[in-house]
């Protein structure tokens, strides 16, 4: 009788962690207007929708050009 219970316990704490992980998302920061990026960031919204992300050591040209520069 222990050993069925203890089998079900650990599916359900096993099942609960895969949810809780599945939950999270990665986040990114978002980029400082006109200047140069220290790390990947979002400096917006391209035109398919999708984020525009920056590189390090890119510049952020957001909303006028809408692009990331060297």
């Known amino acids: 009788m222990l050993k069925p219970c203890?089998?079900?316990?650990?599916?359900?704490?096993?099942?609960?962690?895969?949810?809780e992980a599945k939950?999270?998302?990665?986040?990114?920061?978002?980029?400082?207007?006109?200047?140069q990026a220290a790390a990947t960031c979002a400096c917006g919204?391209?035109?398919?929708?999708?984020?525009?992300?920056?590189?390090k050591g890119q510049w952020c040209h957001y909303p006028y050009l809408k692009a990331c520069t060297q």
């Open 6 to 19: 203890a089998v079900a316990l650990l599916a359900i704490t096993m099942s609960v962690g895969l949810a």
């Open 45 to 55: 919204t391209a035109a398919n929708g999708r984020p525009l992300l920056c590189q």
């Open 23 to 35: 939950g999270r998302k990665h986040v990114i920061p978002g980029c400082a207007v006109g200047q």
